[in-house]
């Protein structure tokens, strides 16, 4: 399984972003697929989760301002983020478990400043 994340970038705060993480490779099989993000100086964290069945839950940094979804013919998993804050200033990846052992995307960095 391979995973590719994009749409990371410098948007001010209070703007909006979409992250897309397409899934390839022996995909079909994925059941969740998340979010997390890495900030400077800080431990990796979650963000939000998707089930193949379009079950989602949020972090709570995250609730109310983040939406995710999933297209499962593409295998890809997204994420809209709204009302941005300098403190979601962070490396987003894409995780995907599958037989037993977590993938990662690359991670796209996302920068909230004026």
């Known amino acids: 399984v391979q995973l590719q994340a994009s749409g990371g970038g410098l948007v001010q705060p209070g703007g909006s972003l979409r992250l897309s993480c397409a899934a390839s490779?022996?995909?079909?099989?994925?059941?969740?697929m998340s979010w997390y993000r890495q900030a400077p100086g800080k431990q990796r964290e979650a963000v939000a989760s998707?089930?193949?069945?379009?079950?989602?839950g949020y972090a709570d940094h995250a609730r109310g301002r983040f939406i995710i979804s999933r297209d499962n013919a593409k295998n890809t998993v997204y994420l809209q983020m709204n009302s941005l804050k300098p403190e979601d200033t962070a490396v987003y990846y894409c995780?995907?478990?599958?037989?037993?052992?977590?993938?990662w995307g690359q991670g796209t960095l996302v920068t909230v400043s004026s």
């Open positions: 995780k995907a478990p599958s037989s037993g052992y977590d993938y």
């Open positions: 490779g022996n995909a079909s099989y994925i059941d969740i």
């Open positions: 998707v089930t193949r069945a379009g079950g989602t």
